[in-house]
């Protein structure tokens, strides 16, 4: 039989002319597959790109719709809307409701919204009219995925410290964490020395600070970590 020493398509040394076809063969349709996943991944991506497009036309070029965390956008009357350098609220028709008077606007939640002004936050109601002034630190959001009230209550900054307040603005829990989540399954999560435990309404702890980390609790559950073990906990603090 005669032999050759080849280079098929790859640089690879093989020992006969079949062999060298047969990998180049496979070779092509290899980079044929490769090139077709490329267009694919690239339409996509173009699709995608029109399609933001489309969602951010405004009234004018310098137009943003607002972003946020965690909303069921079934239950959104009011948008947040950016032109001009102001934020206000447009409803579904894109009509304005609020007219742009805020250098930052957030969803609404419970029927009130999150708003800045002059590098201090406060709240309005879904007429615009102020139900906590503005005076408050810009809020430092710990991942619980909502910024605003949540179960009446809705956590506060000033300096250092996070207390919440209700929607007439009282101080119902004083300022005193140094960080803290919004109310879930009626408790809130805070942290002191380090530590996290769970409180209630009234800012008695119902489970101890005694965790390296937590997460707020969804549908009566929440993961701690205690000494480096990792585990779920119901509402009681009891082990789940």
């Known amino acids: ?63 943003t719709i607002g972003k946020e965390e965690s909303h069921d956008q079934k239950k959104i009357t009011l948008i947040p809307y950016y032109i001009d350098g102001k934020w206000g609220y447009i409803n579904k028709n894109g009509e304005f409701v609020i007219k742009p008077q805020f250098d930052y606007a957030a969803y609404f939640s419970e029927g009130t919204a999150l708003i800045e002004s002059d590098g201090k936050w406060g709240f309005i109601d879904e007429s615009g009219k102020v139900i906590v002034t503005p005076q408050y630190d810009k809020p430092v959001t710990v991942n619980d995925g909502i910024v605003g009230f949540s179960e009446g209550l809705a956590k506060v900054r000033q300096g250092d410290k996070h207390g919440f307040i209700n929607k007439n603005g009282d101080i119902v829990i004083p300022l005193q964490y140094r960080k803290a989540y919004n109310f879930a399954d009626g408790l809130a999560l805070v942290e002191v020395n380090d530590k996290w435990g769970f409180i209630d309404k009234s800012g008695d702890f119902v489970i101890q600070p005694k965790y390296l980390r937590a997460s707020s609790f969804s549908e009566g559950l929440a993961l701690v970590n205690e000494d480096g073990k990792r585990f779920y906990i119901n509402t009681k603090g009891e082990k789940n």
């Open 1 to 63: 039989m005669e032999v050759f020493v080849l280079r098929d398509c790859s640089n690879r040394v093989f020992s006969n002319k079949i062999n060298r076809l047969k990998v180049c063969k496979s070779t092509e349709i290899k980079r044929k597959r490769t090139t077709w996943a490329n267009s694919f991944k690239f339409f996509a991506y173009v699709s995608l790109l029109a399609l933001l497009a489309i969602l951010m036309v405004g009234c004018g070029s310098d137009t």
